[in-house]
């Protein structure tokens, strides 16, 4: 079993990195912490950066979780060949553009690139956001998989994420801690990236964003609204090359450890919305596949 730690970052390739990174700063609050060869760093917290723009191709790059030491990746690589998961382990440049001492890098069965990363390095001062969106955290992930149940039974089987709740066969959010979901898989046409999740400090915060997003154009896709399954108040957004970012504030805990994943009827009218908004599903970002040409793929 895969001891996953927490979500580290996601990479994102960018056409036009200056845009990205204008948006993500000055629109939805992050802070740039550099730019390095053609690579932007934006972090929410202490990681040293949870989102990387890379210039090249439009389209995610991979998401990167944080195993406890080398002695876990190594397992971790054993354990995901035993499989029958094509592992490619990261090289030293790799490592440094990624800020981490170490890591390897698969495809899920649909293809999403996942990363493993060990010593993911830590910026201890304060953020300092782009705008005060009330931002506390890099919150979750959401990956896309023509087949949630599938995409369920990989993570589950070989990593300790367990099924917090279902939305039908449309959705099922994991958690690899107390959190109710810092992964979830999103049934899609195909791998991708379906949004990246900030937690903010509160009601107000989303509101005020939303308000905010809206004076400025910008396509809200969902929300303001609350989810049943972890009774988190939403707004998704949509950023340059098709990013969508969410906001969220309030997300559940779950310490019982007799919690039972709960099966909710996305046709029912509160199942993604107990407030009734309309609903839509966010859009994804596609997945630049595995074998791109590195250049081309801005890896
Ligand atoms: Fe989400």
């Not at 932007?40 to 995610?60: I, K, Q």
């Not at 790799?94 to 993911?120: C, I, K, S, W």
Request: charged share 25%; aromatic share 10%.
């Amino acid at each position: 079993m895969i001891e996953l730690q927490d979500i580290a970052y996601v990479r994102s390739g960018v056409a036009d990195l200056p845009t990205a990174v204008d948006f993500a700063v000055n629109v939805v609050g992050l802070e740039l912490v550099g730019h390095v060869d053609g690579h932007a760093y934006l972090r929410a917290d202490t990681r040293h950066h949870c989102l990387a723009f890379v210039e090249g191709r439009s389209g995610v790059l991979s998401s990167g979780f944080t195993l406890i030491d080398e002695d876990a990746l190594a397992a971790a690589e054993s354990e995901l060949e035993a499989a029958g998961v094509k592992v490619i382990r990261g090289d030293r440049a790799g490592a440094t553009a990624r800020h981490v001492r170490d890591y390897l890098a698969f495809e899920d069965p649909f293809g999403n690139v996942v990363e493993l990363v060990v010593d993911q390095s830590r910026l201890p001062g304060p953020v300092r956001f782009g705008r005060t969106a009330g931002i506390t955290e890099f919150g979750h992930l959401c990956l896309d998989a023509p087949d949630v149940r599938v995409a369920y039974r990989f993570w589950s089987s070989l990593f300790n994420a367990r099924a917090s709740d279902w939305i039908g066969d449309m959705a099922c959010l994991m958690r690899i801690d107390p959190v109710h979901h810092k992964l979830a898989v999103f049934k899609g046409d195909g791998p991708g990236l379906c949004h990246i999740n900030f937690q903010v400090e509160s009601i107000d915060d989303v509101m005020r964003s939303w308000h905010f997003l809206t004076e400025r154009g910008v396509e809200i896709e969902m929300g303001p609204g609350r989810h049943p399954q972890s009774s988190a108040i939403f707004l998704y957004f949509k950023g340059p090359e098709g990013l969508t970012y969410e906001y969220s504030y309030g997300v559940r805990r779950i310490t019982d450890e007799t919690w039972r994943p709960r099966y909710f009827d996305p046709a029912e009218p509160d199942a993604i919305d107990l407030w009734r908004g309309p609903t839509k599903r966010p859009g994804t970002q596609t997945q630049i596949p595995f074998t791109a040409e590195p250049r081309e793929a801005g890896r």
